[in-house]
């Protein structure tokens, strides 16, 4: 699969750090201050994917990646991949608006599916409320909180492009646990269903929305639905 | 849209208490049907759950209760629920649990619901278009909260 490598115009490489969801210690962020001169940088770029694209000479690569992997980071991934997912900073100790703890369930998607290949780019972004900091509506596979322990899924969305589009909206108040057997299912239809190196809002423009839903019942995990309505009646 | 650590419904929940009878005056306690204790149970969910929004919440609002409430009380609790909101606008979800307690208010003072644009602005325009009078006195209640707090 591709890496987050690319040849700037002036020689140089830009070189795409990637971390869970953009979260980067002091000690990390530390020893980057000490590496990049170390190895020569130009300088870095924040991106609006949450990583770090670092500007360095080429002669300079094996020192900087076995550097970064020193402080516990790594290399990001390119092309037609699960990409790192975005995150907002949304759990019990952070954002006040959160409506769940999606900080978390971002970075173990992000553990478990960066670097899957996919017929074309394939973006995730997890937000905890529906202000989406992290622009789900945007992304392949768009994740907003909806309280402590549900979630909606937005599907198709894009930004970057001349037709950049909305995801629609797939799976409403779903079990936050039951979001990694919808991935899954969106993925497996997705590879089944796209042709060659179609975007998933393509795919779904052909074929309907219909082949990447899982009926409710058949989800794992349960919304206490009735749970108001047994206290109201208590 | 809001989250729970923005949100002080305590003073809320105990001037709903106060105003619940408890079924004393009311001959016999109607629960679920009345708004008052409704309101109170979402004031009380809240505090228990720390969730900020009940699905459905909208459609369990007993809106068919005609029992008079005092006037004074309903208004004093709907300015107390307006300095709860956020003014969240398009972010506005009518579950939301502020706006279920301010409609129960609001269909106890003026027997319907007003329409909700996710600000207290536009909501104390409507109040005014809705009742003049009830409209005038809770634009002052609310700002007089507002200015001592």
Same mark, same amino acid.
């Given at each position: 699969?591709?890496?987050?490598?690319?040849?700037?115009?002036?020689?140089?490489?830009?070189v795409?750090i990637v971390t869970?969801?953009?979260?980067i210690t002091?000690e990390q962020l530390c020893g980057l201050g000490k590496l990049l001169?170390e190895v020569?940088?130009?300088?870095? +770029?924040?991106?609006?994917?949450?990583?770090?694209?670092v500007?360095i %000479?080429?002669?300079a690569f094996d020192r900087f990646v076995a550097g970064i992997r020193n402080l516990g980071l790594d290399v990001?991934?390119?092309?037609?991949?699960?990409?790192?997912?975005?995150?907002? %900073?949304?759990?019990?100790?952070?954002?006040? &608006?959160?409506?769940?703890?999606?900080?978390?369930?971002?970075?173990?998607?992000?553990?478990?599916?960066?670097?899957?290949?996919?017929?074309?780019?394939?973006?995730?972004?997890?937000?905890?409320?529906? &202000?989406?900091?992290?622009? %789900?509506?945007?992304?392949?596979?768009?994740?907003?909180?909806?309280? %402590? +322990?549900?979630?909606?899924?937005?599907?198709?969305?894009?930004?970057?492009?001349? &037709?950049?589009?909305?995801?629609?909206?797939?799976?409403?108040?779903?079990?936050?646990?039951?979001?990694?057997?919808?991935?899954?299912?969106?993925?497996?239809?997705? &590879? +089944?269903?796209?042709?060659?190196?179609?975007?998933?809002?393509?795919?779904?423009?052909?074929?309907?929305?219909?082949?990447?839903?899982?009926?409710?019942? +058949?989800?794992?995990?349960?919304?206490?639905?009735?749970?108001?309505?047994?206290?109201?009646?208590? | 849209?809001?989250?729970?650590?923005?949100?002080?419904?305590?003073?809320?929940?105990?001037?709903?208490?106060?105003?619940?009878?408890?079924?004393?005056?009311? *001959?016999?306690?109607?629960?679920?049907?009345?708004?008052?204790?409704?309101?109170?149970?979402?004031? *009380?969910?809240?505090?228990?759950?720390?969730?900020?929004?009940?699905?459905?919440?909208?459609?369990?609002?007993?809106?068919?209760?005609?029992?008079?409430?005092?006037?004074?009380?309903?208004?004093?609790?709907?300015?107390?629920?307006?300095?709860?909101?956020?003014?969240? #606008?398009?972010?506005?979800?009518?579950?939301?649990?502020?706006?279920?307690?301010?409609?129960?208010?609001?269909?106890?003072?003026?027997?319907?619901?007003?329409?909700?644009?996710?600000?207290?602005?536009?909501? /104390?325009?409507?109040?005014?278009?809705?009742?003049?009078?009830?409209?005038?006195?809770?634009?002052?209640?609310? /700002?007089? #909260?507002?200015?001592?707090?």
């Open positions: 699969m591709g890496k987050a490598i690319f040849k700037q115009r002036n020689g140089v490489l830009g795409g869970p969801c953009g979260f002091p001169p020569g940088a130009l300088g870095s +770029k924040l991106t609006t994917r949450q990583t770090m694209v500007l %000479p080429e002669e990001g991934v390119f092309g037609d991949v699960v990409r790192n997912v975005k995150g907002c %900073p949304g759990n019990g100790e952070l954002c006040h &608006r959160s409506l769940g703890n999606v900080f978390e369930l971002a970075v173990e998607i992000q553990q478990q599916y960066m670097n899957q290949p996919t017929p074309h780019d394939f973006k995730i972004s997890v937000a905890g409320c529906h &202000r989406g900091c992290t622009d %789900p509506h945007c992304a392949d596979f768009g994740v907003i909180a909806t309280g %402590p +322990k549900t979630v909606e899924v937005f599907l198709g969305g894009r930004g970057g492009s001349r &037709r950049p589009q909305h995801g629609q909206k797939a799976y409403v108040n779903i079990p936050k646990e039951s979001i990694f057997v919808v991935l899954d299912h969106v993925l497996d239809t997705y &590879r +089944k269903l796209a042709e060659d190196h179609e975007r998933l809002c393509n795919t779904i423009g052909r074929v309907g929305l219909d082949p990447f839903i899982i009926q409710a019942e +058949k989800l794992p995990g349960t919304v206490e639905e009735d749970e108001f309505a047994d206290f109201l009646n208590s | 849209m809001i989250a729970e650590n923005e949100i002080n419904l305590q003073e809320i929940h105990e001037k709903l208490n106060n105003l619940c009878l408890d079924g004393e005056v009311c *001959s016999n306690c109607e629960k679920n049907k009345c708004l008052i204790f409704f309101a109170k149970k979402v004031a *009380s969910y809240v505090l228990t759950k720390k969730v900020t929004t009940i699905r459905q919440g909208m459609a369990m609002i007993p809106n068919h209760d005609l029992k008079t409430y005092s006037e004074d009380d309903m208004i004093e609790t709907l300015a107390m629920v307006l300095q709860q909101c956020k003014d969240c #606008r398009d972010n506005h979800d009518d579950d939301c649990t502020i706006n279920l307690i301010r409609t129960c208010m609001e269909y106890a003072l003026f027997g319907d619901k007003l329409p909700y644009q996710g600000s207290v602005t536009l909501y /104390l325009l409507e109040a005014q278009k809705s009742n003049g009078r009830v409209g005038d006195t809770l634009k002052a209640k609310y /700002l007089n #909260r507002k200015k001592t707090k």
